[in-house]
């Protein structure tokens, strides 16, 4: 008896670690954890609307304030495969984004990112080599617009000299290019140092002056298998969300003598609204967010 509630115990009850002990299991999330702020995050989306009573759109570009705070989930928690198990461990996140503008609330958001790398042989059952897991990461967020998704993909730490792509954010496969759908994007009125073409040159803008040495690429994609996303019926018959990719740079950072954690991320939705021009389909708009944050 005493056998088997030992055994009960061990695969059941979780108890929270040390500090240590859980920053040592969250492997490329570890330095998350924490409160993030940053003041010069950008928002690019277009939106259904009516021009003279056609169905047309309406480009928004917003720069904005935000708040990220990660919090660590306090135990591994066991996925029981059979001959194997996997012990999940991540962080909760919430997050704000106040207009610089309005200095009204623009976006929250809240949800988790995991650590699925651990898997293991069953204690119990044959000892054999853990298949390797194509993701070992995984974002999952809650949108109050009525958007629930599932983002996979992988953690790296490369070497060599740091820098962030360019990222091209207009929408593309209009059928018809020439009807001056671009117009609005190729000179954002409001925001002329906001750049449609690159909205990655303000995250490169931010770091021109830094010493950067160590950083943790993560980088999701709800395309990738076991992803999705899930939208209410009024979200999927007006601008449908079909996609969301998202790539953070995790960064230690020297400048003017000081040492400090940073975050910068890039990530975009594909929304789908208003038919191209003659041949099928929807035309995809990019919603694009960009920001670079520091540890407080």
Do not use: C
């Not at 954010?169 to 190729?186: E, N």
């Not at 954002?188 to 770091?207: G, V």
């Not at 298998?225 to 740079?249: C, D, K």
């Amino acid at each position: 008896m005493a056998e088997i509630a030992q055994t009960f115990l061990k695969g059941f009850v979780r108890l929270s670690g040390s500090v240590a002990e859980v920053a040592s299991k969250l492997g490329p999330l570890a330095d998350l954890e924490g409160t993030w702020h940053g003041s010069d995050g950008w928002n690019m989306i277009a939106v259904p609307s009516q021009n003279s009573g056609r169905p047309s759109f309406t480009l928004l570009v917003q720069n904005y304030y935000e708040t990220i705070t990660f919090t660590a989930i306090g135990a591994p928690v066991p996925n029981r495969g059979g001959a194997t198990e996997q012990f999940i461990t991540g962080l909760t996140y919430e997050l704000t984004v106040i207009d610089k503008l309005t200095q009204g609330v623009l976006h929250v958001e809240n949800g988790m990112w995991l650590n699925m790398a651990d898997v293991q042989a069953q204690p119990d059952g044959p000892v054999k080599a853990a298949a390797p897991a194509p993701f070992t990461i995984a974002r999952m967020s809650s949108i109050p617009h009525g958007d629930a998704l599932m983002a996979l993909g992988n953690a790296t730490t490369p070497g060599g000299k740091f820098a962030i792509p360019d990222m091209n954010a207009l929408p593309v496969d209009m059928g018809r290019p020439d009807l001056g759908y671009l117009d609005a994007y190729k000179i954002i009125q409001q925001f002329p140092q906001f750049s449609a073409r690159n909205p990655n040159l303000m995250l490169q803008k931010a770091i021109a002056n830094q010493t950067i040495g160590k950083v943790t690429t993560i980088h999701v994609d709800t395309q990738n298998q076991g992803g999705n996303i899930s939208n209410i019926p009024f979200i999927h018959e007006h601008v449908n969300a079909s996609r969301f990719m998202s790539t953070f740079w995790i960064e230690d950072v020297t400048m003017d003598g000081i040492n400090f954690k940073q975050l910068q991320y890039s990530q975009q939705a594909d929304l789908d609204f208003l038919p191209k021009f003659g041949i099928p389909g929807l035309i995809m708009w990019p919603h694009v967010n960009v920001n670079t944050l520091r540890k407080q």
